[in-house]
């Protein structure tokens, strides 16, 4: 079993960063591929950003590509996603999520465990 805690969000002008971390508890996290996934009130969640176990995989969807980088280090039991030139289209609940029999995906449906999420607010 995993459990995950994100933290880092908040309320950053527009081109500003922000960088959210997701801390895991279980001893089994190196295993897990990783993703950050968003949702807007309203909105179907998204995915954001996906890595594999060994970080030797990463996927970004086309929205962030380029202004957000998906990391880890299993020795802490994290995972990061550093975003830059933030935008007001960015603004959304951030979910990091672990897949543990799969690798790195943009399918929501192949994470089996979910943090609560950490607020992001881009303002213009």
């Known amino acids: 079993q995993v459990q995950l805690v994100e933290s880092g969000g908040g309320l950053v002008q527009a081109g500003g960063s922000l960088r959210l971390s997701c801390a895991a508890s279980g001893r089994t996290f190196s295993r897990y591929a990783m993703g950050w996934f968003r949702q807007v009130p309203g909105k179907e969640r998204e995915f954001v950003a996906a890595?594999?176990?060994?970080?030797?995989?990463?996927y970004y969807a086309d929205s962030v590509k380029g202004r957000f980088t998906i990391s880890r280090d299993n020795a802490k039991n994290a995972v990061y996603v550093e975003m830059k030139s933030l935008k007001p289209e960015d603004t959304a609940v951030y979910y990091c999520?672990?897949?543990?029999?799969?690798?790195?995906?943009?399918?929501?449906?192949?994470?089996?465990?979910w943090g609560q999420g950490t607020q992001v607010t881009v303002a213009s």
């Open positions: 999520a672990a897949n543990l029999y799969g690798g790195a995906s943009a399918r929501q449906d192949d994470y089996e465990h």
């Open positions: 890595i594999s176990w060994s970080s030797g995989t990463t």
